[in-house]
């Protein structure tokens, strides 16, 4: 059994992850500052004998060198998230994304400490092809553009992880996640799936931007976790980028009718503008669609719940939440 760091493990994904390696019988050392996540997202772990938090801040060289001493793998999830907040905070996205992931990786390297890069499908930015495979383009749009800032730091990083693999033959596995959904994970940062089950409990409209046309594809939390799980322990994944998410896209007029359905909502779904949420200068991407075929060679597995569980888990959970806090 290994000691492994999750960086970001207060978060949605890195909380589900924390849980399942210390299910595996491993020790887990969770780094953290709470900025989009909650330590109650360890609510059910924060006594476990092998689960050890620390509150810092991965940009702080000291925390990051004395929090992986030890470790035999690295989760590294920490990271300004979602298009939203790197859009509005353009400044902490580079220093966030960046620039700990080197030092992390050059600790790594010094131990032979295998390593997890958490990525995104935004990386391939505004490729207009129907479904993306990890050997596709990316392109992003202008500079002057901060909203590809997030996609551009995650690309920095995948050619950092990368490099330390080639020169170094660092053992790295980079996962590109397409819209992981799940209990726990807040509407805040321009989520669609809490934002939308959220706005249905309220009764309050669901509101969809632009044409409601856009399409995307979702997995749950748990499936995307043991994705992660297997690619650590499959020597032939180290070296390599997988794309990790569902492969059934849906609009999100689509989605948010069935939300509607599954919530038995009288809300409205209502139309709004980019602009209103993201500013004038918005450009979104119509489909993002993941080529899953070499996570399932290597590993044996891809996401496959169905959309309708997802929600059904999510709806739950979030029902639970709002009866908490009452
Ligand atoms: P999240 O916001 O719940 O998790 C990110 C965690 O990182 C949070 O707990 C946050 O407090 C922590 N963090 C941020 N800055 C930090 C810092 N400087 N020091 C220490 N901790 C810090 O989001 P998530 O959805 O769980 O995302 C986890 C990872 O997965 C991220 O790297 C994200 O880019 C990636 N990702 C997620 C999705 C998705 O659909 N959820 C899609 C693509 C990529």
Sequence with gaps: MARCLVTGGAGFIGSHLAGR????????????????????????????????????????PLAAAEAARGAEAIYHLAAAVGVKLVADDPVRTIETNIYPTDQLLRLAVQSGTKFFLAST????????????NEEDDLQFGPTSRPRWAYGASKAID????????????????????????????VGDYGM???????QALRGEPLV????????RCFAHVSEVV????????????AGQVFNIGGDEPISMRQLAEEIVRRTGSASKVVFRPYD????????????RVPDVSRLERTIGRKPSLPLGEILDDVIRATRETIAESE
């Design 21 to 60: 390696l210390l299910d595996g019988g491993h020790d887990v050392v969770v780094l953290d500052n709470l900025s989009t996540g909650r330590k109650s997202n360890l609510d059910r772990l924060i006594d476990h004998p092998r689960l050890r938090f620390v509150s810092g801040s991965i940009t702080d």
């Design 226 to 237: 043991e994705c992660i799980v297997s690619l650590m322990e499959t020597p032939g994944a």
């Design 192 to 198: 669609v799936i809490p934002r939308f089950v959220g």
């Design 276 to 287: 209103e949420a993201y500013g004038h200068r918005f450009e979104d991407v119509r489909r």
């Design 208 to 215: 969809v931007y632009d044409d409601g046309k856009q399409e």
């Design 158 to 185: 995948e050619f950092l992880a990368l490099a330390y693999h080639q020169q170094f033959g660092l053992p790295v596995v980079i996962g590109r996640f397409f819209n992981v959904v799940g209990p726990r994970q």
């Design 121 to 132: 499908s935004e990386v391939f930015g505004k490729n207009p092809k129907d479904r993306w």
